[in-house]
């Protein structure tokens, strides 16, 4: 009977599950260095980051690279602990080096601790700012509609106050214009609000 030959390579002793994830500068909308600067600041760094990029994308960004820095130190782990089981099998006597590395390994995962919750809180406070930011943008977006509904109605106003004797059609094209635009906003005004009051006195 033929013998059989376990072809199985030996499985590297790891603390986690292997992983890869490497990324180039260049797939992100921000420089990654800015995070370890000891003036870091967070306007700063999205106004920077929005001439590369949306809000969307700076967010997915940041994901991205919080990802790879997690993937980067449990790799270091994997490494420091690959090493440990070695010499722990290998030099049973030097308790002092067993140790060491153990306490090594300790600082390397307070390390990547502290590291990641920096992050997370970075990356939150990012998040909130971009949040905050589509909220200011949605109310400049209102305002310049009332600014434009008011302006629509000035023009009106100024129009009837001086008509000319007699009607003319110039005169008649530019009221008409003032109410087309005035009414065009009537769906974004509530019924209590002054604009609606002021629509429903120049509404045809």
């Not at 700063?44 to 960004?61: E, S, T, V, Y």
């Not at 000035?154 to 214009?177: A, D, G, I, M, N």
Request: negative net charge.
């Amino acid at each position: 009977m033929a013998a059989v030959h376990d072809d199985t390579e030996p499985l590297s002793p790891r603390i986690f599950a292997p992983s890869s994830m490497i990324i180039n500068d260049s797939q992100l909308c921000f420089n990654k260095n800015h995070f370890g600067r000891s003036d870091f600041d967070v306007q700063r760094f999205m106004n920077l980051a929005r001439r590369r990029a949306g809000l969307k994308q700076i967010q997915q960004d940041l994901r991205l690279y919080l990802k790879s820095l997690q993937h980067s130190m449990i790799e270091l782990i994997n490494d420091d602990y690959a090493d440990f089981v070695h010499l722990s099998s290998n030099l049973v006597g030097l308790q002092n080096s067993i140790d060491k590395i153990d306490k090594d390994i300790q600082n390397g995962w307070q390390e990547f601790e502290m590291s990641t919750r920096d992050l997370v809180t970075t990356a939150e406070r990012v998040e909130t700012h971009c949040e905050e930011l589509s909220h200011n943008r949605m109310g400049q977006a209102i305002l310049r509609d009332r600014i434009a509904f008011l302006s629509a109605v000035q023009r009106l106003y100024f129009l009837l106050q001086c008509p000319p004797t007699p009607l003319h059609v110039l005169w008649l094209e530019k009221v008409t214009s003032c109410v087309v635009d005035a009414t065009s906003f009537k769906d974004m005004f509530d019924d209590e609000t002054k604009e609606r009051v002021i629509f429903s006195k120049v509404s045809p």
